[in-house]
């Protein structure tokens, strides 16, 4: 005699993985934008630090400046030395990160 026995019941079946818990996604604090222009002066993996013409809206004046940029942000950009560029950027903390960066 064979016999089969079946589980009845609340939960999952041992077959069916399960759930992943849903991650809730933390936005992205998105301040105002300001732009300028300059030139790269060096590149350091996500680091780029520009000699750029300032933003007044930013209170960043005219000089040297490393900002950091994202993998969207640096795929299509020129990222060689001495590079004239046109740049967006917002304020990060302490620091700047770029939002846009494009040869001039």
Known sequence: MIG?????GP????????????TAQTPVPA????????????LEGQL??????GASGAGLVAGRTA???YGDVLAEAPLT???????????AGAGYE????KGR
Request: net charge neutral; with cysteine; hydrophobic share 40%.
């Open 81 to 91: 030395a001495g590079t004239r560029v046109a740049f967006k950027f917002r304020k």
């Open 11 to 22: 939960g999952q079946s041992a077959k069916t993985p399960p759930k992943p818990a849903e």
């Open 98 to 101: 770029l939002t846009e960066l």
């Open 4 to 8: 089969v026995l079946a589980a009845c």
């Open 31 to 42: 301040g105002p934008e300001y732009d300028s222009t300059g030139v790269i002066a060096a």
């Open 67 to 69: 900002f950091q940029g």
């Open 48 to 53: 780029v630090t520009l000699d750029h013409e």
